[in-house]
C-alpha cells in the first residue's frame, strides 16, 4: 500500500476524561530517548541514549544503550545495557556477557543484549501498581545473543537467544539458551527441513541463522494461575516469544524446561478458533494489579513468519505463514479463549478489503493501562495510540522523528505515571478533539465548502464503497447513432 509523505505528527487525539494520563518514553530515531507528555510536547531527552528499548524507572532513571556492535559482525547486538539518571550520568552497567574480537575493532566486552529485559520488582518493565522496578539494587533479566553451531538444528552456524539474570554488580548467575531446547518446540519434518536447509541467514554476521529471533522475555510474576496450582504459571517462570517461528512459551526457571506453548502450529484443534498468530512482539502475563491480569497480551503483527511445508507464497517453506495486517490478542493461558482483541474491524475497517490499515509487519508493542485501557505501538509507521475496552480511539501520537531509511518507526513505547518524574510539574493537560479528515485543509488549501457542488439526477449507489453511475429515464441512442 502507499503512504502519504505529508501527515500530521505529535498528539492528534486526546481525551484527557477517557485517557489514563501520564508520560509516554520512546526511541525517537537517532536522535535518543525522549520523553512526552500527553499533549506532545517534549519534556525531556537523554541525546544519542540507545533504546532496545528504552524503559523508564521511578525518579527519572532510564534504561538505554550506548552503543551498537557493527552491523557486519552481529545483528542487533547492543554493547551495553545501562541504566542512566536523568542528567544522563550511567548509575549502572552490564557488558560483560561476551569477549568480542571484530576485525578493525578494538576488542571489548559485550552485553549483545537485544529486544528486552526487566529489572527485579516489576515483572514486565511497564507501571503496575505495587510492582515497582528497583533503582539501587536488584537482578535484572536479559535478553542477549550468542553464535552456536548445532548440526541437529542445521549446519549453519545459528545466531541463538539467551535469557540471562545478572545481579547487580554484573555477574551472570543463571543462563538458559534456546536451543538447548529444540526438542520441545514443536517441529514438524517440513519446519525442520526449511529450517536446516536456511535458519534465517539473513544475510549476515558470517551467514549465522537468527533462527529463533526471540523479541521479548519477561517475568510471569504473581498470578491466579499460580494460586490455583497451576505449577507451570510459577512467579519466577518467564515468557517470551520468537517472531521467525510464532511461537510463545514459558520457561521452567529451575529446570529451564518449557511448560507452556503456543505455536508453531495453529491448525491445532486447541488453537484453529484463534487463526494463525504470525510474527508476534510483546507477548506477556497482563500482570497481577492491572485489568485482565493473568492473560497473555500479544501484539500480533501478520506479515510473514515461520517454516514449513512449501506454498506458492513460500516456495522454500521459509516465512510460510502470512497475513496482510495485525491484531492485539489478548489470551486466556488456560483456557486458551480470546478475552479480548484489537483488529482492523475492531477499528473500525472493512475487512478484508481495508484490513491492512491496522498493519505493522514488524516490531511493535501493547501495555495494559490501570484503568483497563491499552497502549499500543503500531511501530512500522510510528503510531502510539490509547484505546478503550469499547475500542474508543482516545489518544494518539504519530512520530515526526525519522531514521537514515527514512522511517519513522517506533520499537516500542511505554507509558508511566506523572510521579515517576518529579524533576518535573504536572503537566497541563489540553484536550485534542479529532479533526474531521475531510474538512481538514492546510492554509492556503481550498477547503471542501468552497467547491461548486451539483447533484445529479437519479444518482444510484450499487452496494458500499461501490462506484455511483447516473442514469435517467430517456431512452439511450443505439450504439453509433449518439
Same mark, same amino acid.
Given at each position: 500500500?502507499?503512504?502519504?509523505?505529508?501527515?500530521?505528527?505529535?498528539?492528534?487525539?486526546?481525551?484527557?476524561?477517557?485517557?489514563?494520563?501520564?508520560?509516554?518514553?520512546?526511541?525517537?530515531?537517532?536522535?535518543?530517548?525522549?520523553?512526552?507528555?500527553?499533549?506532545?510536547?517534549?519534556?525531556?531527552?537523554?541525546?544519542?541514549?540507545?533504546?532496545?528499548?528504552?524503559?523508564?524507572?521511578?525518579?527519572?532513571?532510564?534504561?538505554?544503550?550506548?552503543?551498537?556492535?557493527?552491523?557486519?559482525?552481529?545483528?542487533?547486538?547492543?554493547?551495553?545495557?545501562?541504566?542512566?539518571?536523568?542528567?544522563?550520568?550511567?548509575?549502572?552497567?552490564?557488558?560483560?556477557?561476551?569477549?568480542?574480537?571484530?576485525?578493525?575493532?578494538?576488542?571489548?566486552?559485550?552485553?549483545?543484549?537485544?529486544?528486552?529485559?526487566?529489572?527485579?520488582?516489576?515483572?514486565?518493565?511497564?507501571?503496575?501498581?505495587?510492582?515497582?522496578?528497583?533503582?539501587?539494587?536488584?537482578?535484572?533479566?536479559?535478553?542477549?545473543?550468542?553464535?552456536?553451531?548445532?548440526?541437529?538444528?542445521?549446519?549453519?552456524?545459528?545466531?541463538?537467544?539467551?535469557?540471562?539474570?545478572?545481579?547487580?554488580?554484573?555477574?551472570?548467575?543463571?543462563?538458559?539458551?534456546?536451543?538447548?531446547?529444540?526438542?520441545?518446540?514443536?517441529?514438524?519434518?517440513?519446519?525442520?527441513?526449511?529450517?536446516?536447509?536456511?535458519?534465517?541467514?539473513?544475510?549476515?554476521?558470517?551467514?549465522?541463522?537468527?533462527?529463533?529471533?526471540?523479541?521479548?522475555?519477561?517475568?510471569?510474576?504473581?498470578?491466579?494461575?499460580?494460586?490455583?496450582?497451576?505449577?507451570?504459571?510459577?512467579?519466577?517462570?518467564?515468557?517470551?516469544?520468537?517472531?521467525?517461528?510464532?511461537?510463545?512459551?514459558?520457561?521452567?526457571?529451575?529446570?529451564?524446561?518449557?511448560?507452556?506453548?503456543?505455536?508453531?502450529?495453529?491448525?491445532?484443534?486447541?488453537?484453529?478458533?484463534?487463526?494463525?498468530?504470525?510474527?508476534?512482539?510483546?507477548?506477556?502475563?497482563?500482570?497481577?494489579? +492491572? !485489568?485482565? $491480569?493473568?492473560? %497473555?497480551?500479544?501484539? &500480533?503483527?501478520?506479515?510473514?513468519?515461520?517454516? #514449513? /511445508?512449501?506454498?506458492?507464497?513460500?516456495?522454500?517453506?521459509?516465512?510460510?505463514?502470512?497475513?496482510?495486517?495485525?491484531?492485539?490478542?489478548?489470551?486466556?493461558?488456560?483456557?486458551?479463549?480470546?478475552?479480548?482483541?484489537?483488529?482492523?474491524?475492531?477499528?473500525?475497517?472493512?475487512?478484508?478489503?481495508?484490513?491492512?490499515?491496522?498493519?505493522?509487519?514488524?516490531?511493535?508493542?501493547?501495555?495494559?493501562?490501570?484503568?483497563?485501557?491499552?497502549?499500543?505501538?503500531?511501530?512500522?509507521?510510528?503510531?502510539?495510540?490509547?484505546?478503550?475496552?469499547?475500542?474508543?480511539?482516545?489518544?494518539?501520537?504519530?512520530?515526526?522523528?525519522?531514521?537514515?531509511?527514512?522511517?519513522?518507526?517506533?520499537?516500542?513505547?511505554?507509558?508511566?505515571?506523572?510521579?515517576?518524574?518529579?524533576?518535573?510539574? +504536572? !503537566?497541563? $493537560?489540553?484536550? %485534542?478533539?479529532?479533526? &474531521?479528515?475531510?474538512?481538514?485543509?492546510?492554509? #492556503? /488549501?481550498?477547503?471542501?465548502?468552497?467547491?461548486?457542488?451539483?447533484?445529479?439526477?437519479?444518482?444510484?449507489?450499487?452496494?458500499?464503497?461501490?462506484?455511483?453511475?447516473?442514469?435517467?429515464?430517456?431512452?439511450?441512442?443505439?450504439?453509433?447513432?449518439?
Amino acid at each position: 500500500m502507499g503512504h502519504p509523505t505529508i501527515y500530521p505528527t505529535g498528539t492528534t487525539v486526546y481525551k484527557p476524561g477517557k485517557s489514563w494520563s501520564g508520560y509516554t518514553l520512546y526511541q525517537a530515531a537517532e536522535t535518543g530517548a525522549l520523553l512526552i507528555d500527553m499533549n506532545g510536547r517534549e519534556v525531556h531527552l537523554w541525546k544519542g541514549l540507545r533504546g532496545f528499548p528504552n524503559k523508564l524507572l521511578p525518579g527519572g532513571y532510564v534504561f538505554g544503550s550506548t552503543a551498537e556492535r557493527d552491523p557486519k559482525y552481529g545483528f542487533q547486538d547492543e554493547v551495553n545495557l545501562v541504566q542512566v539518571d536523568w542528567d544522563g550520568n550511567i548509575v549502572w552497567k552490564f557488558d560483560r556477557y561476551q569477549h568480542i574480537e571484530d576485525p578493525g575493532h578494538e576488542p571489548q566486552w559485550m552485553a549483545r543484549q537485544h529486544h528486552d529485559y526487566q529489572r527485579e520488582g516489576n515483572p514486565v518493565g511497564y507501571y503496575v501498581p505495587g510492582q515497582e522496578p528497583k533503582v539501587h539494587s536488584g537482578n535484572t533479566i536479559i535478553l542477549a545473543h550468542k553464535n552456536v553451531k548445532r548440526p541437529e538444528i542445521s549446519d549453519k552456524e545459528l545466531l541463538d537467544d539467551t535469557i540471562l539474570e545478572v545481579d547487580w554488580e554484573g555477574n551472570v548467575v543463571w543462563e538458559w539458551t534456546t536451543s538447548d531446547h529444540f526438542e520441545e518446540l514443536g517441529f514438524d519434518e517440513d519446519a525442520r527441513e526449511a529450517l536446516y536447509n536456511d535458519p534465517n541467514t539473513r544475510f549476515f554476521g558470517a551467514n549465522a541463522g537468527d533462527w529463533m529471533h526471540i523479541n521479548s522475555a519477561s517475568v510471569l510474576g504473581p498470578n491466579k494461575h499460580y494460586d490455583a496450582g497451576d505449577e507451570r504459571f510459577h512467579p519466577d517462570n518467564i515468557i517470551w516469544d520468537a517472531r521467525e517461528t510464532n511461537i510463545i512459551a514459558i520457561t521452567d526457571k529451575k529446570t529451564g524446561k518449557i511448560v507452556w506453548k503456543l505455536g508453531p502450529n495453529y491448525n491445532t484443534e486447541e488453537t484453529k478458533h484463534i487463526g494463525w498468530i504470525i510474527g508476534q512482539h510483546h507477548a506477556h502475563l497482563i500482570p497481577r494489579g +492491572l !485489568p485482565g $491480569e493473568g492473560n %497473555i497480551l500479544i501484539f &500480533d503483527n501478520g506479515g510473514w513468519g515461520g517454516y #514449513g /511445508a512449501p506454498n506458492p507464497e513460500s516456495p522454500d517453506g521459509l516465512k510460510n505463514a502470512r497475513r496482510d495486517h495485525s491484531r492485539i490478542l489478548e489470551i486466556n493461558p488456560v483456557t486458551l479463549e480470546i478475552e479480548w482483541q484489537y483488529t482492523p474491524t475492531e477499528a473500525g475497517f472493512q475487512a478484508p478489503l481495508d484490513s491492512y490499515r491496522f498493519y505493522s509487519p514488524y516490531i511493535s508493542s501493547a501495555q495494559r493501562l490501570p484503568n483497563g485501557n491499552t497502549l499500543i505501538t503500531e511501530g512500522a509507521d510510528g503510531r502510539i495510540f490509547e484505546v478503550t475496552r469499547e475500542h474508543e480511539l482516545v489518544w494518539e501520537y504519530i512520530s515526526p522523528y525519522k531514521n537514515k531509511r527514512n522511517s519513522n518507526m517506533v520499537y516500542r513505547a511505554y507509558r508511566v505515571p506523572y510521579e515517576w518524574v518529579p524533576q518535573l510539574e +504536572l !503537566p497541563e $493537560e489540553v484536550e %485534542i478533539a479529532p479533526i &474531521d479528515v475531510a474538512d481538514f485543509r492546510l492554509p #492556503g /488549501a481550498a477547503a471542501r465548502g468552497a467547491v461548486t457542488t451539483v447533484e445529479v439526477e437519479g444518482t444510484v449507489s450499487y452496494g458500499e464503497g461501490a462506484l455511483c453511475v447516473a442514469r435517467t429515464d430517456e431512452a439511450q441512442p443505439e450504439p453509433g447513432k449518439g
